[in-house]
């Protein structure tokens, strides 16, 4: 059995029951490489032995996501991918008011539309007399 890309990176035995072994397969070295750069093993592996083994993985996906992030922006790291998000949403929640902001007027221009047709086709010839409403 290869050993887990953790304890390859580290050049250690992997040893049965290995907290890395189950998230860091040996088929993908840069996902914990990144890890190890940003977190430092031994912190990753304080922090999984913290961890209930159900959310173990849902950590390591967390801490691979802002690794990576740490390494492609060494300044912001994932806070720049959070940040430019919000900035989007702002964006995208402004272009919402105006779209519903046009859709009102245009409903209301329908609207008038309506009751002005409504109106040419009963006034001229009409006998005076409220329509009957059953
Ligand atoms: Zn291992």
């Known amino acids: 059995m290869s050993p887990c890309a953790a304890c390859k990176l580290l050049r250690?035995?992997?040893?049965?029951?290995?907290?890395?072994?189950?998230?860091?397969?040996?088929?993908?070295?840069?996902?914990?490489a990144n890890v190890h750069k940003i977190f430092g093993a031994s912190n990753?592996?304080?922090?999984l032995?913290?961890?209930?083994?159900?959310?173990?993985g849902d950590a390591v996906s967390s801490m691979v996501y802002?690794?990576?992030?740490?390494?492609?922006?060494?300044v912001y790291g994932c806070?720049?991918?959070?940040?430019?998000?919000?900035?989007?949403?702002i964006h995208l929640q402004s272009q919402l008011t105006v779209a519903n902001a046009k859709i009102l007027s245009m409903q209301m221009h329908q609207a008038k539309v309506?009751?002005?047709?409504?109106?040419?086709?009963?006034?001229?010839?009409?006998?005076?007399?409220?329509?009957?409403?059953?």
């Open 12 to 32: 250690r035995r992997c040893a049965k029951g290995c907290v890395f072994a189950p998230y860091f397969p040996p088929d993908e070295p840069q996902k914990f």
């Open 44 to 47: 990753v592996n304080k922090m």
């Open 49 to 56: 032995k913290d961890l209930p083994v159900h959310q173990r």
């Open 66 to 74: 802002e690794a990576n992030a740490r390494v492609r922006d060494p």
């Open 79 to 89: 806070v720049g991918a959070i940040s430019s998000l919000q900035q989007q949403v």
């Open 114 to 134: 309506r009751s002005s047709q409504t109106k040419s086709l009963r006034s001229p010839s009409s006998s005076g007399k409220l329509p009957n409403f059953p």
